[in-house]
């Protein structure tokens, strides 16, 4: 059965800390994206990792991608407010053409 | 980037009725998927709009309930069928060009539907 699962699914923490949310999924893919999703509002793009070993950071947030362990992370620095969020990661697989096939999400919320 | 536009945004729904979303994206694009997110949940895919042929629906979800065109490379509508209150969700537009540049898989704003 093809999962794709998010741990945790949900993370209280306080600010300055660091923590990583991990991206599992049980079929071959090459590519795996990172979402961001705020309340009442749609999802953002923050990552494409297309390849084994790939590492991209933007800001407070590095995603990585293991694709031989079929694991993603989401590594989160020195936690700020404005990162309280709901984050998907999601895979991309070939079938019928090719279609994205999304997490559970992980809904962070960062405390003073 | 790809530019999508999702109408209407929110909507409230008589339970029976059928309500129709539209995406229009600013630039021609390979490939237009239909999302539903239920309240609290993640996404699911509906289904693969196809440019000129029927689209191609996933598991759970059949052409009857969730008409779908496109045609063209810009413009894709979902409708939604004979609503219920189980169809409360935000259906979210979904673009991706596999010509491009990128790999980059776009969102709409989405269409958060009430029914009642």
């Known amino acids: ?112 | 980037s790809a530019v999508i536009s999702q109408k209407p945004s929110r909507d409230i729904c008589q339970r029976g009725t059928s309500l129709t979303i539209q995406c229009q994206v600013d630039s021609q694009v390979t490939m237009m998927f239909w999302y539903r997110q239920q309240p609290g949940q993640s996404l699911t895919l509906i289904a693969t709009a196809n440019q000129g042929s029927e689209a191609t629906y996933e598991s759970g979800f059949v052409i009857d309930k969730f008409p779908i065109s496109r045609p063209n490379l810009t413009f894709s509508t979902l409708t939604v069928s004979n609503m219920s209150p189980e169809d409360s969700s935000i259906y979210l537009c979904s673009v991706h060009d596999v010509g491009g540049s990128g790999n980059t898989i776009y969102f709409g704003e989405g269409s958060w539907l009430t029914v009642v």
């Open chain 1, 1 to 112: 059965e093809l999962k794709v699962e998010q741990n945790p699914l949900f993370l209280s923490m306080q600010e300055g800390k660091n923590y990583t949310i991990y991206c599992n999924y049980s079929t071959t893919s090459d590519r795996l994206y990172w979402y961001r999703q705020d309340p009442g509002k749609s999802l953002e793009s923050l990552f494409v990792l297309l390849s084994n070993g790939a590492v991209k950071q933007e800001g407070r947030l590095m995603a990585s991608l293991d694709t031989k362990a079929r694991l993603s992370t989401l590594h989160i620095t020195a936690a700020v407010h404005d990162l309280s969020a709901t984050y998907f990661c999601a895979i991309w697989i070939y079938n019928q053409g090719g279609k994205l096939i999304f997490g559970q999400g992980t809904e962070l919320s960062v405390k003073p």
